[in-house]
Nanobody, 127 residues
Framework: QMVLVESGGGLVQFGGSLRVSCAAY??????????IGWFRQAPGKEREGVSC????????NYADSVKGRFTISRDNAENTVYLQMNSLKPEDAAVYYC??????????????????WGRGTQVTVSS
């Protein structure tokens, strides 16, 4: 199974910025065949889809709660997807997970489409 490893989480001041990364290993297909998504889960809350990006990077999707503040991107030469988080708010604090599924046509933040998941990286926003 594909292995995803998140990094870059940490403690950020209210209004600050943070960039988390998702590196992929052990996949069978070309990396550009995989949709990569970011999800987050805060204590006591359900998992929320944050953003996703198509295999080629030509299409993206964002949750309304982060639109205009977060930017997803990918570097297929490095098998890595990034989530740049700006203007961070306390409600952004959560464990951030990246996930993947193979598709060249479908782009969705529905978690059931994703069959490979990382273990998460903690993002804390202080105020």
């Amino acid at each position: 199974q594909m292995v995803l490893v998140e990094s870059g989480g940490g403690l950020v001041q209210f209004g600050g910025s943070l960039r988390v990364s998702c590196a992929a290993y052990g996949f069978t297909l070309d990396y550009s065949d995989y949709v990569i998504g970011w999800f987050r889960q805060a204590p006591g809350k359900e998992r929320e889809g944050v953003s996703c990006i198509s295999g080629s990077g030509d299409r993206t999707n964002y949750a309304d709660s982060v639109k205009g503040r977060f930017t997803i991107s990918r570097d297929n030469a490095e098998n890595t997807v990034y989530l740049q988080m700006n203007s961070l708010k306390p409600e952004d604090a959560a464990v951030y997970y990246c996930a993947a599924y193979a598709s060249t046509e479908v782009l969705t933040l529905s978690g059931q489409y994703y069959d490979a998941w990382g273990r998460g990286t903690q993002v804390t926003v202080s105020s």
